[in-house]
């Protein structure tokens, strides 16, 4: 079964840093694009960051120069470092990935469970 799994959610105080990893499982052949979303009650889920296979970056406007996204290919893992978290960075944070190669589809679209960050003021 193919799926995403996160890790290293938690609490922090303000100011302070945190990563979060997540690992694709199952036989997997590729992956296009992988990053970070994020979401608390009666949002909706927003960009946080992506990379794509070759490295290629993008971030929300509210992370922008706070926190790096990066990825191990060989792993199918990718990371979010966190630092200078604010308060509103508390948020449920979903990895999510695209364009996946498997035995059973050409491409599809996972997400994981989540992991919930607080960041205490």
């Known amino acids: 079964q193919v799926q995403l799994v996160e890790s290293g959610g938690g609490l922090v105080q303000a100011g302070g840093s945190l990563r979060v990893s997540c690992a694709a499982s199952?036989?997997?052949?590729?992956?296009?694009?992988m990053g970070w979303y994020r979401q608390v009650p009666g949002k909706q889920r927003e960009l946080v960051a992506t990379?794509?296979?070759?490295?290629?970056?993008n971030y929300g406007d509210s992370v922008q120069g706070r926190f790096t996204i990066s990825r191990d290919n060989a792993k199918n893992t990718v990371y979010l470092q966190m630092s200078n978290l604010k308060p509103e960075d508390t948020a449920g944070y979903y990895c999510n990935a695209v364009g996946v190669v498997t035995t059973k589809y050409r491409s599809t679209e996972l997400w994981g469970q989540g992991t919930l960050v607080t960041v205490s003021s």
């Open positions: 199952g036989i997997i052949f590729s992956i296009n694009a």
């Open positions: 990379v794509t296979r070759v490295g290629s970056t």
